[in-house]
């Protein structure tokens, strides 16, 4: 593993957890940023044991500037090698209602969009000034399926996917790499709250190391769980009505 400083947003559970206890071993600085201060903590003092420095942070990805602001202070502080921007709000929007409410939909479209796009552009800016880096941007499997019970969160992960291809084509010749993940049904907290059916699903720890060794490579797109890359190659052969139809009804 080359990266030597790594930055993981929503790191207190799910993917971000286990991503930090992953990469966590000597001579690696882990700079963990979530919404629980407790919840961080206990994952940091896991990092620790496993010989990494860590150091945890909350912070309000619903305030951009602020956010960038932080990131480029720690950045300033020590270079960041690597930085994940995990971070997002989920959920299924309610069957009775014809729309979401409008706050619930602003929260998701900050926090899963706008954050990791200003987060990617700040270190975008730091990693081609010194011509490396690694930017990984988690979004979804369902970026490529309009979702009726949740309509923004899709849009979200649709826009973070086209952004991860955009900014990686223009970085490239910088020396640094985009990465886009897009999980499947992965067992974290988000995922234990839909209440659809959720196939092929994995633990974090499993995803965790499919996603590390992605990143290794230096992949520009991961998909996890495999079964979901297979599913989404089929459905790419399907009429987009009969998708959309499908979608509907589900």
Do not use: R, Y
């Given at each position: 593993m080359s990266a030597r400083t790594i930055l993981i947003t929503g790191a207190s559970s799910g993917i971000g957890a286990a991503l930090a206890r992953f990469y966590a071993r000597d001579n690696v600085a882990l700079l963990l940023w979530g919404r629980d201060q407790a919840r961080l903590d206990e994952v940091a003092g896991q990092c620790r044991s496993l010989g990494a420095t860590a150091a945890s942070q909350i912070f309000d990805l619903r305030d951009a500037a602020?956010?960038?602001?932080?990131?480029?202070?720690?950045?300033?502080?020590?270079?960041?090698?690597?930085?994940?921007?995990?971070?997002?709000?989920?959920?299924?929007?309610?069957?009775?209602?014809?729309?979401?409410?409008?706050?619930?939909?602003?929260?998701?479209?900050?926090?899963?969009?706008?954050?990791?796009?200003?987060?990617?552009?700040?270190?975008?800016?730091?990693m081609a000034r010194r011509g490396a880096g690694h930017i990984v941007l988690v979004g979804s499997i369902v970026e490529f399926y309009p979702l009726p019970m949740a309509p923004t969160y899709a849009a979200t992960k649709a826009g973070l996917r086209l952004f991860a291809e955009s900014l990686g084509m223009r970085l490239a010749r910088h020396g640094v790499t985009v990465t886009l993940v897009s999980p499947g049904f992965i067992d974290t907290p988000m995922s234990r709250k839909v209440i659809e059916p959720k196939p092929f699903m994995i633990t974090a720890d499993e995803a965790a190391v499919v996603i590390a060794r992605g990143i290794a490579a230096g992949k520009r797109v991961i998909v996890v769980p495999w079964q979901f890359a297979v599913l989404r190659a089929l459905s790419d052969l399907l009429p987009r009505a009969l998708v959309r139809w499908v979608l509907s009804r589900a």
């Open positions: 602020g956010f960038a602001a932080k990131l480029a202070a720690a950045d300033a502080a020590t270079p960041i090698d690597l930085a994940i921007f995990n971070a997002g709000l989920g959920g299924s929007a309610p069957n009775g209602p014809p729309a979401e409410a409008p706050d619930t939909a602003q929260a998701i479209a900050e926090v899963n969009f706008v954050a990791p796009v200003v987060g990617a552009h700040v270190m975008a800016d730091a």
